[in-house]
């Protein structure tokens, strides 16, 4: 992702341009607003940060300018002198969020993620359009087996209604793949889709991102802020890994679903929003119940209609058609062909998969990447034969040594390298090919270490 960063304080420039680079970002920078909006003219920007308060020219006027020569960046705003009267105007101007200073760097990176993932939805959303029209959920998602074209036909009846949805299913099933395309054939279809991890945000932070908080409610709070339920308004919003809500938490999402209203963290005001919600979930919510960890009135408010993934392993007839999918996706974005041969399409079916659909994907990726060139065989993919045994990785281990351990960070490590190899030491670009997070791979790089 591309970033452009547009302020007359040049020690904030410098400041955000390594914050976002150790990211992962590719980030540019211009003090002087004329020079920017004729930079983003001319060249291809995902995102640009823009002060409100500029000489010359403020924000506004360069959000305006900018959107009239149909500029298609997402515009981040910033000020430190920011109402929420301004941040309604920049975004009903086109802009995407609107950040007070100061602020904290993961807010900033937190905002950055989530344009990013809003516009990665976005265009799939246009492809699937595009190429799809008005097709059933059962043309969105790749199977073959009667357990999967049986789920997508609930899910297909299911998205026509207003009804919650909870999708259980081990993690790399494909959940969040399916409450998009539920999303796509409802009739908040030409809404957005938002989702968030609700393991992955900090605790603290996790009631603000969903409610939205007041200013002085906290410290860092310098400003009004809206909630991804707010946000969300009039179109679906999924909570992923729902079964990491905080008890605290979980009680005020009862009362959303029950009363239909939000109450930002130190507001006295409630507010109506209507959000069609789905949940998903990799635990076992009943046990969670029975231990206390969950609240049994807002499993039973959630559990409404539950659609079960089963994971690759029970179905291994739709390994062949995913492949299909996956090695054609793998070509159209390495610019060259990508098939596999049968022995390996043999090996693959075959193979358990504990990362199920996610693996898969990652996987081809990664063979397709890292092969010789030719038809992609078994030992492209790792896979020691065809009969499920386990996957193999090249390089070195510790000779002399069966220490598991040893041997799985001699393991890590060279994939790491590896993945690094073929990114051109990209880091974000190596954790998608790894298939983990970038806070994963900087932790993994410092414990291994990788340099």
Known sequence: MRLLIVDDDVNLRQSLALLLGEAGYAVESEG???????????????LILCDVRMPKMDGLTFL???????????????????????????????AYDYLHKPFRPDEVTMTIRKAEEREKLRREVEALRSNLGAGAVQDLIVSESRAMRDLLDLASRVARHNTTVLITGESGTGKEVLARAIHRMSPRGERGFTAINCAAIPEHLLESELFGHTKGSFT????????????????????????DLPLDLQAKLLRVLEEGEIRRVGGRDSKKVDVRLIA??????????????FRADLFYRLNVVRLHIPP???????????????ARQAASRLGHPVSITPAAL??????????????????????????SGGPLDAKDFAIRNGNGGPPTASGALPAGTLDLKSQVEAIERQAILRAL???????????????????????????????
């Open 280 to 293: 998903a979930t990799a635990k076992p919510l009943e046990q969670a119940v029975e231990s206390g960890e």
């Open 346 to 371: 043999d090996a693959l079916t075959h193979h358990p998969w504990p990362g199920n659909v996610r693996e898969l994907r990652n996987a081809v990726e990664r063979a397709a990447v890292l092969g």
């Open 220 to 243: 860092g709070a310098v400003g009004d802020r809206a909630g991804l339920f707010e946000l969300a308004h009039e179109a679906t919003l999924l909570l992923d890994e729902i079964g």
């Open 421 to 451: 190899e073929a990114s051109g030491g990209n880091r974000r670009q190596a954790a998608g090919l790894l298939g983990i997070s970038l806070r994963t791979l900087f932790y993994k790089m410092r414990r291994l270490p990788v340099h």
């Open 32 to 46: 002087d607003p004329e020079r920017a909006l004729a930079r983003a003219g001319g060249e291809k920007f995902d």
């Open 312 to 326: 690759l392993r029970d179905r291994p007839e739709d390994v062949p058609a995913l492949l299909t999918s996956f």
């Open 64 to 94: 305006r300018r900018y959107r009239a020569d149909a500029g298609e960046a997402l515009l981040l705003m910033m000020s430190a002198y920011g109402s929420e009267e301004t941040a309604l105007a920049a975004m009903r101007e086109g």
